[in-house]
């Protein structure tokens, strides 16, 4: 049973304009949500995060949204540029934080 | 420079054939982890441990070990290794318990012929 999901497989964007990576999760117990970028050959980078008692973080061009009623978090890369073309994994934990549970990841691909 | 290594980087081996994959950081932190990578199935956790001799079971435990015996190490160890276990392997560290960032190793992709 996947706790995080992540629908779309892959995503492609033309640079300069909006980048919109969702997630949806099924434990209400989760309270923290991350969003992590991977390139091939690399292990992941964190990117941003968002607490539970939040419904948005921004950092630079990068803003997530929470909708807790909803279950639901999006990744929001404004204005997409060439190299964010990466697997990106939203994540998920609960209290004590030391479970982390992963999405599947979303390939984005920012068209020159 | 802080970072998160392991090693082998990639390896082929034998089914049955004992290995382990070690994994070190030098941020000095308590918290390490393991994870596996497959298609469709995205990053799941084996094992992580909170401090010196405290591990604990992930998602995807069954064959794997980890040992804990000094803060900065924490090898995966993989007694008989079966065809099923090939994947993308990645070691995490993270300063504590809290909601602190996980930072990642390269990765060490195996293959259990």
């Known amino acids: 049973d996947q706790q995080v999901k992540q629908n779309s497989p892959s995503l492609s964007v033309q640079e300069g304009r909006i980048s919109i990576l969702n997630c949806d999760y099924t434990n209400s117990m989760f309270d923290y949500f991350l969003w992590y970028k991977k390139y091939p050959a690399e292990g992941p980078t964190f990117l941003i995060s968002i607490s539970s008692i939040k419904d948005k973080n921004e950092d630079g061009r990068f803003t997530v949204f929470l909708n807790k009623s909803a279950k639901h978090l999006s990744l929001h890369i404004v204005p997409s540029q060439p190299g964010d073309s990466a697997v990106y994994f939203c994540?998920?934990?609960?209290?004590?934080?030391?479970?982390?549970?992963f999405g599947i990841g979303t390939k984005l691909q920012v068209i020159p | 420079e802080a970072q998160v290594t392991q090693n082998p980087r990639y390896l082929i081996t034998v089914t049955g054939k004992k290995l382990t994959v070690t994994c070190s950081q030098n941020?000095?932190?308590?918290?390490m982890s393991w994870y596996r990578q497959d298609p469709g199935l995205g990053l799941r956790q084996i094992y992580y441990s909170m401090n010196v001799e405290v591990t604990d079971k992930g998602d995807v435990p069954e064959g794997y070990k980890v040992s804990r015996k000094e803060k900065r190490n924490f090898p995966l160890i993989l007694e008989s290794p079966s065809p099923n276990q090939t994947s993308l392997y990645f070691c995490?560290?993270?300063?504590?318990?809290?909601?602190?960032?996980?930072?990642f190793g390269p990765g060490t992709r195996l293959t259990v012929l």
């Open positions: 941020m000095n932190h308590e918290y």
């Open positions: 994540a998920a934990m609960r209290g004590g934080y030391q479970k982390v549970t």
């Open positions: 995490a560290s993270k300063l504590g318990g809290g909601a602190d960032t996980q930072y």
